[in-house]
């Protein structure tokens, strides 16, 4: 897998972000090493982050830079889910309201034990 920061974060907070990118593809798609991540930092009121799939095997991952570590943690592994997601050729739903997508209600689910993994793995 490959991952490129397109804007800067903090250096401790790249590396966070890196780590925990390599720990959610090595549980979400541990057999997909031709994935190609785009981290771009974003300060918007209100969103933690996005993931936009972009071509192949290649997404674009926008992460807040006001995120505390757990936050970014917490919302690098959600957009991973996303990411496992149009890997596996699902298609998204855009119609219903953000919190009643079936892609959101998995990411959120998975979020939590993913995010709890990753603290238990760095101990």
């Given at each position: 897998?490959?991952?490129?920061?397109?804007?800067?974060?903090?250096?401790?907070?790249?590396?966070?972000?890196?780590?925990?990118?390599?720990?959610?593809?090595?549980?979400?798609?541990?057999?997909?090493?031709?994935?190609?991540?785009?981290?771009?930092a974003?300060?918007?009121?209100?969103?933690?982050?996005?993931?936009?799939?972009?071509?192949?095997?290649?997404?674009?991952?926008?992460?807040?830079?006001?995120?505390?570590?757990?936050?970014?943690?917490?919302?690098?592994?959600?957009?991973?889910v996303h990411?496992?997601?149009?890997?596996?050729?699902?298609?998204?739903?855009?119609?219903?309201?953000?919190?009643?997508?079936?892609?959101?209600?998995?990411?959120?689910?998975?979020?939590?034990?993913?995010?709890?993994?990753?603290?238990?793995?760095?101990?």
């Amino acid at each position: 897998m490959m991952i490129e920061f397109e804007s800067k974060f903090a250096k401790v907070k790249e590396d966070v972000i890196a780590n925990a990118v390599a720990y959610g593809q090595s549980i979400l798609f541990p057999h997909n090493d031709d994935v190609y991540i785009n981290i771009i930092a974003i300060r918007k009121e209100g969103l933690c982050g996005d993931c936009m799939f972009e071509d192949d095997d290649e997404f674009t991952i926008r992460l807040n830079k006001s995120l505390s570590i757990k936050e970014l943690v917490t919302t690098v592994l959600h957009e991973l889910v996303h990411v496992k997601q149009y890997l596996e050729c699902k298609i998204m739903d855009t119609e219903s309201r953000y919190e009643e997508r079936w892609q959101e209600i998995e990411a959120h689910q998975l979020e939590k034990q993913l995010t709890e993994g990753y603290f238990g793995s760095i101990r």
